[in-house]
Nanobody
Framework: QVQLVESGGGLVQAGGSLRLSCAAS????????MGWFRQAPGKERDFVAA????????YYADSVKGRFTISRDNAKNTVYLQMNSLKPEDTAVYYC??????????????????WGQGTQVAVSS
């Protein structure tokens, strides 16, 4: 069983930046593809970004390409989402997710094995 705990959400003005972190339990973190999803009020949960277990491959939703960067530190069992040039439409609850023995792309296409509890990101105009 893997537990994921997000942190780093908050309120920021449009054009600003935030970095989300997701700390994972367990000793096999590097075997999991990790990703971020988000859910805005009244909308479905959408894929944002994913990274392979080694960190060598990443995949992004078109809406965040060039603005968001996903990375991971396997020694710290942590995955990050650096969010720059934030827009009001980025406002959502952001969820960390993980899937064992998966590529970054596959994680974006399937229901992940594990979810965090979510962290709120609000971008004011």
């Amino acid at each position: 069983q893997v537990q994921l705990v997000e942190s780093g959400g908050g309120l920021v003005q449009a054009g600003g930046s935030l970095r989300l972190s997701c700390a994972a339990s367990g000793r096999t973190f590097s075997s999991y593809a990790m990703g971020w999803f988000r859910q805005a009020p009244g909308k479905e949960r959408d894929f944002v970004a994913a990274i392979s277990g080694s960190g060598g491959s990443t995949y992004y939703a078109d809406s965040v390409k060039g603005r968001f960067t996903i990375s991971r530190d396997n020694a710290k069992n942590t995955v990050y989402l650096q969010m720059n040039s934030l827009k009001p439409e980025d406002t959502a609850v952001y969820y960390c997710a993980g899937t064992v023995r998966s590529s970054a792309y596959q994680l974006s296409q399937r229901q992940p094995d594990y979810w965090g509890q979510g962290t709120q990101v609000a971008v004011s105009s």
